[in-house]
């Protein structure tokens, strides 16, 4: 029985251990951008399209459960701002018993790989799998290649530092790693390779909707679990229909041109 809390956490934030989470924490870090003043509707309309999970820091809670459709709910629990001295110094915003008040399924926490920070962040991801592991909470680690100690003209998408990102995730105990798509299903297998955690892909800045769902095609092929996908998604004109599409990739196994075809877009 040690392991059926974990187990069942997991089930409510997948589908057939696959994820399709739409995050919108971009609150903190960006404020109330398009398609998060009124988050109500948006969590309405992603998971009435298809997602398992939304993923919020604490605070927002109490707009969150009325409107999640019999989805999964993710707690974010650390953050920094675009406006702060420095981006990639992500500090704790909460605890997993704070996350569990707040009707959490699972955490998530953010780490970049190759900054400075990364020391101090690798400690709080640590603890932060210590903790949730007393509750049977799952950890996401959204594991990222980021940083002044990178080499490179694109490191943030080089299949080696995030092979590397998602592996630290899981030696510090996390249970879902997340990160950036390496650009094609051939580098991204490696990244899948790199550890046995299920491997799920960030949205990134919006940059279309057919290159957008070819980037997830390509994930799934490489042998990805899934997405996190926040901005393009939520800040799509049609967010339910762009979570449907999203959808039919991930849990119905769609190409992309299907997958437009089916969702209307």
Do not use: W
Request: glycine content about 10%; overall charge negative; charged content about 25%.
């Amino acid at each position: 029985m040690e392991h059926a809390g974990l187990a069942a956490r997991l089930d409510r934030i997948s589908t057939d251990d696959r994820i399709l989470m739409v995050p919108m924490d971009h609150g903190i870090t960006l404020g109330a951008v398009t398609g998060l003043k009124d988050i109500e509707s948006t969590i309405d309309a992603v998971t009435s399209g298809g997602a398992d999970a939304v993923l919020t820091q604490k605070g927002i809670a109490p707009r969150v459960h009325a409107n999640l459709n019999g989805a999964g709910y993710v707690v974010h629990l650390n953050a920094s701002t675009s406006v702060g001295p420095e981006s990639n110094d992500k500090r704790p915003t909460g605890t997993v018993k704070a996350a569990i008040r707040a009707g959490a399924d699972a955490v998530s926490m953010h780490i970049n790989v190759g900054s400075d920070y990364e020391p101090e962040q690798m400690t709080f991801l640590s603890e932060l799998c210590e903790e949730a592991g007393d509750y049977g909470v799952p950890v996401l680690a959204m594991a990222y290649a980021r940083g002044a100690n990178l080499e490179g003209d694109d490191p943030e998408h080089d299949a080696e530092y995030l092979g590397h990102a998602v592996r630290l995730a899981e030696e510090c105990g996390a249970d879902v790693v997340k990160t950036a798509y390496s650009g094609d299903a051939a580098s991204f297998e490696h990244v899948c390779e790199s550890t046995r955690l299920p491997v799920i892909i960030a949205g990134g800045s919006p940059s279309g909707d057919r290159r957008t769902l070819e980037n997830v095609r390509g994930a799934m092929d490489a042998g990805g679990a899934g997405v996190s996908m926040g901005r393009t998604i939520f800040q799509h004109d049609d967010p339910e229909a762009m979570t449907a599409a999203v959808s039919a990739v991930v849990h119905d196994d769609a190409d992309a041109e299907d997958a437009l075809s089916a969702s209307g877009l």
